[in-house]
């Protein structure tokens, strides 16, 4: 199976996982499953569940044995976006081709949707992990997915991001806005998915370079799609960052040098794991998603 293949089929598992974790509901709770589902159910790459699967396979162990935590993860993932979208936030109206969640069920929905789908993953989590996997490293994973997608992690970095819209920040505060917002839930991934398999330190070490340069070299390319990118394809409006004044990559440091920073970071992330047996699908996604124009 080559990379793009095992990538669709750790996106088929992670789909049906969440229609598992977040089934149908009627009655009086209709619509904040139907909200919440909405999102979840969107698809998108799926990228930090594969993460996650793959880094706890690399191990000998069975992908699928840490499906509950890669559906948490992506669970986590989505309330993000919901958030990110909303009128206080970035108050975008598409979102993978689709009308955002509070343009479908209104601004109080989706924010109890995200809130919703938060909860849910430490209950997926801890709820549904299969007795192969040990408590000790299930607990370890699900903390680090709490201190990654907290205030010290993701969170910090939209605050960051939001308080650059009222000043000029310096590029080193930039870059560490990105390693948060974006970097920490990529980080996340491969060190939960080392974590579940009882990897050693020097391994997450390693894991957590790789999501690290990974997430940098993730959100430049962004920065450069919506400039050089289209709506159809980005499935959301390219130029809004440059309509929003908001502080890019590209704004900094221009497209030339961001794409050079983009190839460096590619370049770090594949040496971080390079000795790792088993790597080849980590490299070569690497290298695709530098490549990517969507």
Known sequence: MDMAEKLKEYARLTQEGLETYLPEQAGALETIFQAARYSALAGGKRLRPALLMEFYALHGENAEKALPFACALEMVHTYSLI???????????????????HKMFGEATALLAGDSLLTRAFETMLCHCPTEIPAENALKAAGILAARAGMEGMIGGQVMDLDFETRRPEKEELSQMVHLKTGCLLMAACEMGCALAGAGEEEMKKARLYGEKLGLAFQIQDDILDVTGSTE?????????AENHKNTFVSYYGLEECRRLVEENTRQAV?????????DFLTELARSLQKRDH
């Open 271 to 279: 040496e971080a794991v390079a000795l790792l047996q088993g790597s």
């Open 233 to 241: 394809k980005l499935g959301k409006p390219v130029g809004s960052d």
């Open 83 to 101: 958030h990110d979208d909303l009128p206080c936030m970035d108050n975008d109206d598409l979102r993978r081709g689709k009308p955002t969640n």
